[in-house]
């Protein structure tokens, strides 16, 4: 089980976002602690708010004063009502907010159920209540309600063979702005890119896919960036979302900046020799695009090929899910760029190689001592298991990723929502 704690100023704000998933039949209420109740059970949020308003009255100085705490347990786990009621409770206690008055909604909007709680983190008394160590004790807190309980360890998850911890996007299943935030607000921390070709090259992995905008406002110009999700053909298959609903570094001037990073990283990085490498031995022990993609995915390396109409590739991009690195073939080399693998796949000229297979091989050995140190990764088992499938690399990939069980987007994008009102107000 995973904890997400959240503060802010804005208790009407938070209370609003639970109260809309139980007008949405999306969510209700599990339990109400020192609240004021009503005798038809029903709550409004100016109703659930009265019950706070002596303690924020007591202490005007605490300025993040809401407390906002979601307890998700893994998907897999089968949590009833009344267990979500006492793990709450003990929660709290244990946290030190056990007195505090505090309203537990259930949410059922996504795959997955889980509970939030809305509290004040001042007392009765107007004092604060201490958050020392809080993640800490947070954390020590789940360990013991997945005993008591019997969950899944959130500790013992990640090194999981075959574990899915992130899926690309499926349009057909709803929820498809949650499906891409899970995924954009996490590569640009995770993978190297040097241009927004090579960017929708990892995307186009998880079935996204971003589209450059521009225009005029008086005076001055503007870049953005719209998000869609992808069909099984690659093909659109929504309506776009701003990059602004997926957080400052989701959008093109972020992207920018990180382009900008990548660029000074990689240009003299050692990781360039060893990936050729790899790329040039494929290609001397392959006669046809489908027998190297194989090759390559068993290094752990994907190929992204785009091609016009007419069949011929204009454009060819390789990530490397050892390094983290994406790269189009042309900064590889001439050798590696579309138009040397359009003449070797479409006419049978095989590009012209620089080193031979013996002086690759041992490059490519001593290359790899300079490979940043990484822990081992249950996708790299995957990938040399001989039931490897080719959508194998895909599910493995989203392992490399943090996990975002705890993570609500709409949450987020509900608060920013607020925020701008506030402002326009």
Known sequence: MIAKIGRSSNLFGTLSYNNL????????????????????GKYSVSQLAKSFEP????????????????????????????????????????????????????????????????????????KKISDQFEKVRSMKVCRELEKKFSLI??????????QKVFKPVNFMAGNIKSQMASVIRHLPYYYQFQSLGEYNALLSLFNITAE???????GKQWQGLLYFP???KDERAGHSLKASLFGKNAGFQALEQHFSECKTAMKDSPLKITLKS?????????TDEQSFRGKLMEQGIDIMVRRA???RIYGITFIDHRSKTVWNGSRLGKELSANSFNDYWNKSNKPEMIHSVKQLSKTSRTNDADLPGQEPHYMFDLLNSPERQVDGLIEALGGLLPETQGEDYEEKDFANKMKKKRRRN
């Open 278 to 286: 790899a790329i040039n031995l494929a290609l001397q022990t392959t």
């Open 212 to 218: 450059k905008i521009e225009g005029e406002l008086p």
């Open 230 to 232: 992808l069909d099984e």
């Open 55 to 126: 303690y924020l009255l007591a202490n005007r100085n605490t300025e993040k004063h809401t407390l906002h705490i979601s307890l998700n347990p893994d998907p897999k786990d089968k949590v009833y009502d009344e267990q979500y009621k006492e793990m709450a409770q003990l929660y709290m206690n244990k946290m030190g907010y056990g007195d505090q008055p505090f309203v537990v909604f259930k949410h059922t909007d996504i795959d997955r159920s889980h509970i939030h709680i809305v509290s004040v983190c001042v007392d009765e008394e107007g």
């Open 153 to 162: 360890a959130a500790l013992e998850r990640q090194p999981v063979k075959n």
């Open 21 to 40: 998933k139980i007008e949405q039949k999306k969510g209700k209420i599990l339990l109400m602690n020192n609240m004021i109740e009503t005798c038809d």
């Open 309 to 311: 109409e007419a069949g």
